[in-house]
T-cell receptor, first 113, second 114 residues
Framework: GQQLNQSPQSMFIQEGEDVSMNCTSS?????WLWYKQDPGEGPVLLIA?????ELTSNGRLTAQFGTTRKDSFLNISASIPSDVGIYFC?????????????FGKGTKLSVKP | KAGVTQTPRYLIKTRGQQVTLSCSPI?????VSWYQQTPGQGLQFLFE???????NKGNFPGRFSGRQFSNSRSEMNVSTLELGDSALYLCASSLRGADNYGYTFGSGTRLTVV
């Protein structure tokens, strides 16, 4: 089945540093979403991307929909302690057998004050 | 505007028992999806309901089932529980489906099977 490869698996950075993570797929997606999950809670949508090449920002977060439609990246600038959590990419391919969102395995972000 | 509500938050069951989890979507949302989250497998899609009909189904055994009511509230049921069913079960709702501004997730039900 379709899979999303998300990297890195984990990151341990200093407060104030910029963060970059990405997601790749072997197949084309029509939608890319980035979620953040805090411990004991459900994922929260950060950014949604609907067009190839689209670059969207949400505060210190910036995400891009790759031009090949098979990848996406998320950048966090000037990280702060509350950025700690697990970040998931998710792709939607209405041509897929599931016809539903497929999630990457997540990037666990730790921020050292 | 109330978010997605899942009940109960925590549940402990014994192998062989069955369990029913409940999800109330955001008002006006007609699509409800269920995911199983485990440390090893990540978020795995179970099924999606739209207007009381199952629209999509993931690769889970028939012990996992669900339904949606006319008010869009959804339940999922797991029969003959196994230890491996221990997981965080997440419900997510959207207006029409994942292509419409993504999903809003609930806080999940943490199921422990002993």
């Amino acid at each position: 089945g379709q899979q999303l490869n998300q990297s890195p698996q984990s990151m341990f950075i200093q407060e104030g540093e910029d963060v970059s993570m990405n997601c790749t797929s072997s197949s084309i997606f029509n939608t890319w979403l980035w979620y953040k999950q805090d411990p004991g809670e459900g994922p929260v949508l950060l950014i949604a991307l609907y067009k190839a090449g689209e670059l969207t920002s949400n505060g210190r977060l910036t995400a891009q929909f790759g031009t090949t439609r098979k990848d996406s990246f998320l950048n966090i600038s000037a990280s702060i302690p509350s950025d700690v959590g697990i970040y998931f990419c998710a792709g939607y391919s209405d041509g897929g057998s599931q016809g539903n969102l497929i999630f990457g395995k997540g990037t666990k972000l730790s921020v050292k004050p | 505007k109330a978010g997605v509500t899942q009940t109960p938050r925590y549940l402990i069951k014994t192998r062989g028992q069955q369990v029913t989890l409940s999800c109330s979507p955001i008002s006006g949302h007609r699509s409800v999806s269920w995911y199983q989250q485990t440390p090893g497998q990540g978020l795995q899609f179970l099924f999606e309901y739209f207007s009381e009909t199952q629209r999509n189904k993931g690769n889970f055994p028939g012990r996992f089932s669900g339904r949606q009511f006319s008010n869009s509230r959804s339940e999922m049921n797991v029969s003959t529980l196994e230890l491996g069913d221990s997981a965080l079960y997440l419900c997510a709702s959207s207006l029409r489906g994942a292509d419409n501004y993504g999903y809003t997730f609930g806080s999940g039900t943490r199921l422990t099977v002993v």
